[in-house]
């Protein structure tokens, strides 16, 4: 069983920046991905961003490429994503999530923490 912690939402205004933390326990490899996902009120849970444990090139959507840096601290078992020019849009709830293996990054995770709030304010 894995389990994933969330923390480093809050309240920042339209410019800001801010950091996630996803900190990962139990059985994970260096195989894993780690993702980040947001879902806004009435919409669709969507791709943020993608990363193994071993490295590798980092994976992005569109719409944060740029803004957004992916992470990790493998000694920490702890996933970062740092968020800059953040635009009201960017308004969600953040899930961490994990699965074994590197094929597809974007969906197929099987583990999910329980989500950190974040709000911009224009």
């Known amino acids: 069983q894995v389990q994933l912690v969330e923390s480093g939402g809050g309240l920042v205004q339209a410019g800001g920046s801010l950091r996630l933390s996803c900190a990962a326990s139990?059985?994970?490899?260096?195989?894993?991905?780690m993702g980040w996902f947001r879902q806004a009120p009435g919409k669709e849970r969507e791709f943020v961003a993608a990363?193994?444990?071993?490295?590798?090139?980092?994976y992005y959507a569109d719409s944060v490429r740029g803004r957004f840096t992916i992470s990790r601290d493998n000694a920490k078992n702890t996933v970062y994503l740092q968020m800059s020019s953040l635009k009201p849009d960017d308004s969600a709830v953040y899930y961490c999530?994990?699965?074994?293996?590197?094929?597809?990054?974007?969906?197929?995770?099987?583990?999910w923490g329980q989500g950190t709030q974040v709000t911009v304010s224009s």
């Open positions: 999530a994990a699965k074994p293996g590197v094929a597809v990054v974007t969906s197929g995770y099987d583990y």
């Open positions: 139990g059985r994970t490899s260096a195989s894993w991905t």
């Open positions: 990363i193994r444990w071993n490295g590798g090139t980092p």
